[in-house]
């Protein structure tokens, strides 16, 4: 078993910043890359970004790159989500999420993970 705890949440204006934490208990959790999903008010889970377990390899949804970056320390057990430059349409409950399988990087679908935190409501108001 996995417990996900996401921290970090809250309200910014456009062009703000925010950074979400991901800290995990229960597993080796260097082996499994980690991903950030988000669901906004009537649309599905989408995927934002992912890393690797030793992050060396990261992936994002062209929505966000070159806005956000994602990084971890395995040693903390903890996935961090820098946003910057923040849009209204980046308003959304924010998860994280472990790869179900071992050393696997990239997923970018739902399907592929395993492991979800509760989420935590980023809100970005214009």
């Known amino acids: 078993q996995v417990q996900l705890v996401e921290s970090g949440g809250g309200l910014v204006q456009a062009g703000g910043s925010l950074r979400l934490s991901c800290a995990a208990s229960?597993?080796?959790?260097?082996?499994?890359?980690v991903g950030w999903f988000r669901q906004a008010p009537g649309k599905e889970r989408e995927f934002v970004t992912s890393?690797?377990?030793?992050?060396?390899?990261?992936y994002f949804a062209d929505s966000v790159k070159g806005r956000f970056s994602i990084s971890r320390d395995n040693a903390k057990n903890t996935v961090y989500l820098q946003m910057n430059s923040l849009k209204p349409e980046d308003t959304a409950v924010y998860y994280c999420?472990?790869?179900?399988?071992?050393?696997?990087?990239?997923?970018?679908?739902?399907?592929?993970?395993?492991?979800w935190g509760q989420g935590t409501q980023v809100t970005v108001s214009s």
């Open positions: 999420a472990t790869d179900r399988l071992p050393y696997k990087v990239g997923s970018v679908r739902i399907t592929e993970y395993e492991y």
């Open positions: 229960g597993r080796t959790f260097s082996k499994y890359a």
């Open positions: 890393i690797s377990p030793s992050g060396g390899r990261t």
